[in-house]
Structures are given as structure tokens and as C-alpha cells.
């Protein structure tokens, strides 16, 4: 599938070798990294969720869009599910096209789309011991 | 009618379960929400949710169909 959430880590090496095309010369690649901070406070987790089947179905529209759009051969987005610990991979793009040009637009694409439209959530689980649902701005579940 | 509704992140929290099926007298996502919010106190308000129906986005003001799955989708925060 070109779009999918996946609950077990991603593999960047088998996910670029599907991107191979005799008529590719370019290839350009994005990884989400968990940090260990964000908006001043000390992260120690990050906990993600989705709506899947609407996730994957918008996600595959994105990505269809984004072949639409650029002059690319091959292009696939996988986003992770579950509880990430610092510096795993979240999400993983991958876009191979005949020229760079084209690679690096189709490829900031998909993952600016992906965070705007995809139905995902994510909790973060801060060194204070809080946890909070990214972008709710509410008070923290216990 | 009868309705399925599946919660997720924040209003799964404050909902307590992931998902229900209820009989319901609203006719739009929107008059749905409306009661639910009051019944569970939702913090979040409508114009920070997006709204799909039987698995694909929709409008707040769509005409609701006996059988419907509804989902009510806070602030998203993938990527």
C-alpha cells in the first residue's frame, strides 16, 4: 500500500528498495524522529493513535495526489502506531523520481499533507510524569 | 435512529470507552455532537473537530442514515 500505519518499527531499507525504478534517478527520503523535547518541556515518550481505515484511505490520497502533482515514479508513506521511545522512527516517506527536483517537492508533500489531514493523534508522556494529547491543549488525561 | 459511534485520543478519554452504539433523535452530526458534548462535558469544541461518517470525512450539517457510523475527530497530530 502506498499509505500505512503500521504497529511494529519501520524499516527504511526495505521500504527504500520498493522505491527502485529503472526510470529513477533520484531518491529522497524523510524519517520523523521522536525528540526528547518539545514546547520547553522534557519529553520520554511519545504515544501515537489513528482512526486506521480513514487514516489509510486519506493517507493514500495524499500520496496519489502527490504522483498526480510531481513528476515522480514511486512514492509510499508508512506512520507508526503505539508507544515510541526517543529517536524512533514515527513516520517514513520515500519518493523516487527520474529527477531530484520533483523527488524533494513530492516528498515534503506527502509528510506536510500527512500532518495537516491524516486522522492521528499523538500523546506526549513528559520527564514531569503528565501526559497530554499534542495540539488539544487540555488538561492531561490520568 | 440508531447510530455507531467510535471515539479516539482526547474525547475517548473524556467519552471512557472507544466506541457505542445508541439510539439518537439528532439528524446531523452536528445536533449529535451537540448532545453528546453536553452529556460528557466535551472540552473540545465543534470548530476544532473535523466529522466522518461511515468512514470518510463529511459535513457537520449532513443528513444522518439509521446505521450510520459516526466519528468525531479532535485536532490531529501525526507526522
Known amino acids: 500500500m502506498s499509505f500505512s500505519i503500521s504497529e511494529t518499527s519501520i524499516d527504511p531499507q526495505t521500504l527504500r528498495a520498493d522505491r527502485f525504478h529503472d526510470a529513477s534517478g533520484a531518491y529522497v527520503s524523510f524519517e ?3 525528540r526528547n523535547h518539545n514546547e520547553g518541556q522534557s519529553v520520554e515518550a511519545l504515544e501515537y493513535s489513528a482512526y486506521q481505515s480513514l487514516a489509510e484511505k486519506e493517507g493514500r490520497r495524499i500520496v496519489a495526489e502527490a504522483i ?3 513528476d515522480i515514479e514511486s512514492a509510499a508513506c508508512v506512520h507508526r502506531v503505539g508507544t515510541l521511545a526517543i529517536a524512533d522512527i514515527a513516520v517514513w516517506v520515500g519518493v523516487s523520481a527520474p529527477h531530484r527536483a520533483a523527488a524533494f517537492d513530492a516528498c515534503r508533500y506527502i509528510i506536510d499533507e500527512t500532518k495537516t489531514r491524516v486522522p ?8 514531569s510524569g503528565k501526559t497530554e494529547w499534542a495540539n488539544c491543549h487540555n488538561e492531561a488525561s490520568p | 435512529m440508531n447510530l455507531r459511534i467510535e471515539y479516539f485520543a482526547l474525547l475517548k478519554d473524556q467519552r471512557g470507552i472507544s466506541n457505542e452504539t445508541l439510539a439518537t433523535d439528532a439528524t ?3 445536533e449529535l455532537y451537540a448532545q453528546l458534548s453536553e452529556q460528557y462535558a466535551f472540552s473540545l469544541a465543534p ?11 463529511a459535513d457537520w450539517d449532513q443528513t444522518l442514515n439509521e446505521g450510520d457510523t459516526v466519528v468525531f475527530i479532535p ?3 501525526g507526522g
Open chain 2, 28 to 30: 446531523t452530526a452536528r
Open chain 1, 68 to 70: 498526480e502533482r510531481f
Open chain 1, 32 to 34: 520523523g524522529w521522536v
Open chain 1, 120 to 127: 492521528i493523534w499523538k500523546r506526549e508522556h513528559y520527564g
Open chain 2, 75 to 77: 485536532p490531529v497530530a
Open chain 2, 47 to 57: 470548530s476544532s473537530l473535523k466529522v466522518a461518517i461511515n468512514e470518510d470525512f
